[in-house]
């Protein structure tokens, strides 16, 4: 997949992690996005590594909820520690 499907995927991912996660947080829709960009890669790796969910290796339903479960741990890890 293409830097930039990447970067789409992460933002879908971002928006979606955010709206499931409500909450102020510092930087926004910079930030958002970088977490969920972070979080598809998280994502895939994580579910690789386990075999429990798919990859985000390609546009599917699938590969979003896989990019959101990264992004959600992300944006966790993100606010705990900027408490």
Known sequence: MGILSWI???LIAGILAKWII???????FIVTTLIGIAGAFVGGY???VT????S???FS???IVTAVIGALVLLVLYRAIRR
């Open 56 to 58: 985000v290796s390609q």
């Open 8 to 10: 789409v995927l992460g």
């Open 46 to 48: 994580l579910g690789t």
């Open 51 to 54: 075999g429990l969910g798919g």
């Open 22 to 28: 409500p909450g102020r947080d510092p930087g926004g």
């Open 61 to 63: 339903l699938e590969g």
